[in-house]
RNA sequence: CGGGAUGUGGCGCAGUUUGGUUAGCGCGCAGCGUUCGGGACGCUGAGGCCCCGGGUUCAAAUCCCGGCAUCCCGACCA
């Protein structure tokens, strides 16, 4: 491709409705444009990024034996009232009315077509199992749209569906998937970690999360540095605090501490630590007050409270469940409250010296509150929110905290959506089930952002070579010597040579200065650089840049194209 | 949906507080000339519903009211 004909305007001033580097640097590269927030217009350099990731995907995706269709992006909104997904997504969805006044959602994803297909096609277990996926724009009406391409309203996203006979099938498929993953994610430059992710209510489920590292990153992972533990936020525990008794135990005592709101104050008061006290959390656990015990200085993880409870309905106390309870006395429960149908403990708990907690009455706090003598929880657990620090629940190191771009997730579905729209297989006694199905997700457009953010520098974007929009960015500078025609015409002839075979190559043939040539392909980051100029020219050479390193070197003229594709080789393999 | 900010040629901004000739600067764009290996320079030029609607006033980019849009901080997700 000739600059001089490229549809491509790039920009000096970051733009100003763009707050994080990979944005900017999008902008200003001229690979997208905003239309409206959240929606974008691909523009030819972009495209071809967004086309190369599209194609690792497809590539991998094939490779696991899944196969690619096509489904609708306008999808009738009845099918969203058969799964009860059109309540549960909600605003999220745009929905848009025909002429004959029937809705149509947007497709924000394909659960419900896809098993609808899969129904209408296959009902023997010798048809399974089978795994569809397409790549395809979605459409999510974000409450906050956010980062360019990190959080679009309009996106690019893979989505697979597996369908099989079984859970064990359902593993093999899942598990397929998940190594697919991580080879999409490495081909396209990114550092990643595959998270645990919360499995939610539905128990048995299993979810996890590729989350590309990036201080920007709107996810919280945990991870541990020693193995290969890893989770998000909400997922993550840590090893259990031991068994362990306090020495003397002193008398328990109470103590007089009106207007002190929170934690902290009451442990200045009493000129201990936060950690020295215990919260005791309530929750309502279907219909009866259950207390969630923590130490003072951490945060109750409210999905390890839920999961503590399998089958059952949990929620955090809300101030209207307060009111409704008087003698509740909110601020100062202390972990022998009468009225606790359930007492909940973190392992934490467990850590050798009394407790400062709430006293059951209003405006005081027992202090040496022992564990054994003055409460005995109902159940133990870890369900504190991991901080820095604590203990990998595998191997006891200490667990790091990191951001992260959630790029993709897998999700071992079972039979939610298979049930609600009758995708029903008949096994070899005649006897039918539903399908076990999978969902996997992954972020095409997303990904642009996470690997500008991990390969940029201050000129600009620094393209792994599996994506970037072009190899070679061939500068040509003439000069105004003698030589200036002989210059060009070389150039020409490596740029004609070079497409020939097979290379892409982006040819900056304008007459413009040499520093906004060399600029430009900074700020563009094709992964290699030639320069033919009328110095180099003189003495039979052109020279080479690496953009990921700086390196420079040069190539003989006569040689410089065989040089060339050999390098292309060494990097496409 | 709460909280904060912004809206002025294609892009980045000044001007608004204190209303007053023809709305200005840089980049970009067009023409001419001088330059030519890391975003050169001079001259000339094109390009503006000053977000939209209403109001106040002799007079509004500027003041008032009402909208809309965009961005940032919080609850959802690939």
């Given at each position: 491709?000739?600059?001089?004909?490229?549809?491509?305007?790039?920009?000096?001033?970051d733009?100003?409705?763009?707050?994080?580097?990979?944005?900017?640097?999008?902008?200003?590269?001229?690979?997208?444009?905003?239309?409206?927030?959240?929606?974008?217009?691909?523009?030819?350099?972009?495209n071809?990024?967004?086309?190369?990731?599209?194609?690792?995907?497809?590539?991998?995706?094939?490779?696991?034996?899944?196969?690619?269709?096509?489904?609708?992006?306008?999808?009738?909104?009845?099918?969203?009232?058969?799964?009860?997904?059109?309540e549960?997504?909600?605003?999220?969805?745009?929905?848009?009315?025909?002429?004959?006044?029937?809705?149509?959602?947007?497709?924000?994803?394909?659960?419900?077509v896809?098993?609808?297909l899969?129904?209408g096609?296959?009902?023997?277990?010798?048809?399974?199992?089978?795994?569809?996926?397409?790549?395809?724009?979605?459409?999510?009406?974000?409450?906050r749209?956010?980062?360019?391409?990190?959080?679009?309203?309009?996106?690019?996203?893979?989505?697979?569906?597996?369908?099989?006979?079984?859970?064990?099938?359902?593993?093999?498929?899942?598990?397929?998937?998940?190594?697919?993953?991580?080879?999409?994610?490495?081909?396209?430059?990114?550092?990643?970690?595959?998270?645990?992710?919360q499995?939610?209510?539905?128990?048995?489920?299993?979810?996890?999360?590729?989350?590309?590292?990036?201080?920007?990153?709107?996810?919280?992972?945990?991870?541990?540095?020693?193995?290969?533990?890893?989770?998000?936020?909400?997922?993550?525990?840590?090893?259990?605090?031991?068994?362990?008794?306090v020495?003397?135990?002193?008398?328990?005592?109470?103590?007089?501490?009106?207007?002190?709101?929170g934690?902290?104050?009451?442990?200045?008061?009493?000129?201990?630590?936060?950690?020295?006290?215990?919260?005791?959390?309530?929750?309502?656990?279907?219909?009866?007050?259950a207390?969630?015990?923590v130490?003072?200085?951490?945060?109750?993880?409210?999905?390890?409270?839920?999961?503590?409870?399998?089958?059952r309905?949990?929620?955090?106390?809300?101030?209207?469940?307060?009111?409704?309870?008087?003698?509740?006395?909110?601020?100062?429960?202390?972990?022998?409250?009468?009225?606790?149908?359930?007492?909940?403990?973190?392992?934490?708990?467990?850590?050798?010296h009394?407790?400062i907690?709430?006293?059951?009455?209003?405006?005081?706090?027992?202090?040496?509150?022992?564990?054994?003598?003055?409460?005995?929880?109902?159940?133990?657990?870890?369900?504190?929110?991991?901080?820095?620090?604590?203990?990998?629940?595998?191997?006891?190191?200490?667990?790091?905290?990191d951001?992260?771009i959630?790029?993709?997730?897998v999700?071992?579905?079972?039979?939610?959506?298979?049930?609600?729209?009758?995708?029903?297989?008949?096994?070899?006694?005649?006897?039918n089930?539903?399908?076990?199905?999978g969902?996997y997700?992954?972020?095409?457009?997303?990904?642009?952002?996470a690997?500008?953010?991990?390969?940029?520098?201050?000129?600009?974007?620094?393209?792994?070579?599996?994506?970037?929009?072009?190899?070679v960015?061939?500068?040509?500078?003439?000069?105004?010597?003698?030589n200036?025609?002989?210059?060009?015409?070389?150039?020409?002839?490596?740029?004609?040579?070079?497409?020939?075979?097979?290379?892409?190559?982006?040819?900056?043939?304008?007459?413009?200065?040499?520093?906004?040539?060399?600029?430009?392909?900074?700020?563009?980051?094709?992964?290699?650089?030639?320069?033919?100029?009328?110095?180099?020219?003189?003495?039979?050479?052109?020279?080479?840049?690496?953009?990921?390193?700086?390196?420079?070197?040069e190539?003989?003229?006569?040689?410089?194209?065989?040089?060339?594709?050999?390098?292309?080789?060494?990097?496409?393999?």
């Open positions: 491709m000739r600059m001089s004909s490229l549809f491509l305007r790039t920009l000096r001033d733009p100003a409705d763009a707050e994080v580097t990979s944005h900017k640097l999008m902008v200003r590269a001229g690979l997208i444009r905003r239309v409206a927030s959240g929606i974008y217009s691909w523009l030819p350099l972009g071809r990024v967004l086309r190369n990731v599209a194609q690792i995907v497809r590539e991998e995706m094939d490779d696991a034996g899944a196969q690619e269709v096509t489904l609708p992006i306008a999808q009738p909104l009845d099918l969203w009232k058969r799964s009860g997904r059109d549960a997504y909600g605003q999220m969805m745009f929905r848009v009315k025909d002429r004959k006044d029937n809705w149509y959602a947007m497709a924000p994803t394909a659960e419900e896809v098993t609808t899969v129904a096609e296959y009902s023997s277990h010798r048809d399974l199992p089978v795994n569809l996926y397409q790549i395809n724009w979605k459409y999510r009406d974000e409450l749209p956010r980062f360019g391409l990190l959080r679009c309203r309009e996106f690019l996203m893979k989505d697979a569906y597996s369908f099989d006979a079984d859970l064990a099938g359902l593993q093999a498929s899942y598990d397929a998937m998940f190594d697919a993953y991580g080879k999409v994610f490495t081909r396209c430059g990114l550092t990643f970690r595959a998270v645990k992710a499995s939610g209510e539905i128990g048995g489920d299993t979810s996890q999360e590729f989350m590309a590292v990036a201080a920007i990153g709107e996810d919280a992972f945990v991870w541990c540095e020693q193995c290969d533990y890893a989770a998000n936020t909400e997922a993550a525990t840590r090893h259990p605090h031991p068994e362990t008794a020495d003397d135990p002193e008398p328990r005592e109470s103590i007089h501490t009106p207007d002190m709101p934690i902290d104050v009451v442990a200045e008061h009493l000129s201990a630590t936060a950690d020295l006290l215990m919260k005791a959390i309530a929750f309502d656990v279907d219909g009866q007050l207390l969630a015990l130490p003072g200085d951490r945060e109750v993880n409210e999905y390890a409270v839920i999961a503590a409870f399998p089958g309905s949990v929620r955090l106390y809300t101030d209207a469940d307060f009111d409704a309870h008087p003698e509740i006395p909110k601020g100062y429960i202390g972990p022998d409250f009468e009225g606790a149908a359930h007492v909940l403990a973190d392992s934490s708990i467990k850590a050798p009394g407790w907690t709430g006293a059951n009455r209003v405006d005081h706090h027992d202090r040496n509150v022992v564990l054994g003598r003055d409460f005995t929880p109902t159940a133990w657990g870890e369900i504190v929110v991991v901080a820095p620090g604590d203990q990998c629940p595998n191997c006891s190191s200490a667990l790091r905290i951001r992260g959630e790029v993709g997730h999700f071992q579905l079972g039979d939610k959506y298979s049930r609600a729209m009758g995708a029903v297989y008949t096994d070899e006694h005649g006897a089930h539903p399908m076990v199905m969902c997700g992954i972020g095409v457009s997303r990904i642009l952002s690997v500008i953010e991990e390969h940029h520098d201050d000129g600009g974007i620094v393209w792994p070579a599996a994506i970037a929009p072009y190899q960015h061939l500068v040509v500078i003439p000069g105004r010597g003698d200036a025609a002989d210059v060009l015409a070389a150039a020409e002839q490596l740029y004609a040579d070079l497409r020939a075979a097979g290379v892409d190559v982006l040819f900056d043939d304008r007459e413009v200065s040499p520093g906004i040539k060399f600029a430009d392909a900074d700020l563009l980051g094709m992964p290699v650089q030639v320069t033919v100029g009328a110095k180099g020219y003189a003495q039979g050479v052109v020279e080479r840049k690496i953009r990921a390193t700086g390196e420079r070197d190539l003989a003229l006569d040689t410089a194209l065989d040089a060339l594709i050999a390098a292309q080789r060494t990097l496409s393999r």
